[in-house]
């Protein structure tokens, strides 16, 4: 059983930074590319950016790409999102996943293609 678990959301204001990080335990951890999603209030979950098993590629919404990162630590089984210049808009719970398929061609940036969840980390941020 692959068991994702968030931390490190909170409340930050306008320009700050947060890193979220995802411990993964169960499987293979370097056979799973690795998602980050967000869900406001009254809004679909939509795709924030994912890397690939390796870490070798990653992936950005057009609306993340310049101030998110993402990375890896395959010894650690952990992903982490490093989010920088924040936005009142990027107010949201955000959720990591873990793609079973690695053999995916195309990176998964849906939330069907993701196999296993995490529970949710809250981000706020204030303006």
């Known amino acids: 059983q692959v068991q994702l678990v968030e931390s490190g959301g909170g409340l930050v204001q306008a320009g700050g930074s947060l890193r979220l990080s995802c411990a993964v335990s169960g499987g293979t951890f370097s056979n799973y590319a690795m998602g980050w999603f967000r869900q406001a209030p009254g809004k679909e979950r939509e795709f924030v950016s994912a890397i690939r098993g390796s870490g070798a590629s990653t992936y950005y919404s057009d609306s993340v790409k310049g101030r998110f990162t993402i990375f890896r630590d395959n010894v650690k089984n952990m992903v982490y999102l490093q989010m920088n210049s924040l936005k009142p808009e990027d107010t949201a719970v955000y959720y990591c996943?873990?793609?079973?398929?690695?053999?995916?061609?195309?990176?998964?940036?849906?939330?069907?293609?993701?196999?296993?969840w995490g529970q949710g980390t809250q981000v706020t941020v204030s303006s």
């Open positions: 996943a873990a793609d079973s398929f690695p053999s995916r061609v195309v990176i998964a940036t849906t939330p069907h293609q993701y196999s296993y």
